[in-house]
Nanobody, 115 residues
């Protein structure tokens, strides 16, 4: 069982920035595929960003150029830097540590973009 804990959410004004953090347990963190998802009220959960063990990244079209995912294997932590935030980025953000096809989820952290 992999424990996943997110942090860093909060309230931010449009155009602002936030950095989310996600720490996962396990001595083989470096091979996990780490992903950030988000779910807005009444919407399906959507994949926002992915980073592989080798550092390859992929982003949803809606966040390309604004969000950046990175990882620090020494700290078992993945980050999501979110810039130029928009009201439509408001959602609960979930981190997933995936080993093969099995995902382990965190509890989520709320991000609210509002003036």
């Amino acid at each position: 069982q992999v424990q996943v804990v997110e942090s860093g959410g909060g309230l931010v004004q449009p155009g602002g920035s936030l950095r989310l953090s996600c720490q996962a347990s396990g001595s083989i963190f470096r091979i996990y595929v780490m992903e950030w998802y988000r779910q807005a009220p009444g919407e399906q959960r959507e994949l926002v960003a992915t980073i592989t063990g080798g550092g390859s990244t992929n982003y949803a079209d809606s966040v390309k150029g604004r969000f950046a995912i990175s990882r620090d294997n020494a700290k078992n932590t993945v980050y999501l830097q979110m810039n130029s935030l928009k009201p439509e980025d408001t959602a609960v953000y979930y981190c997933s540590a995936r080993l093969g096809s099995v995902p382990f989820w965190g509890q989520g952290t709320q991000v609210t973009v509002s003036s």
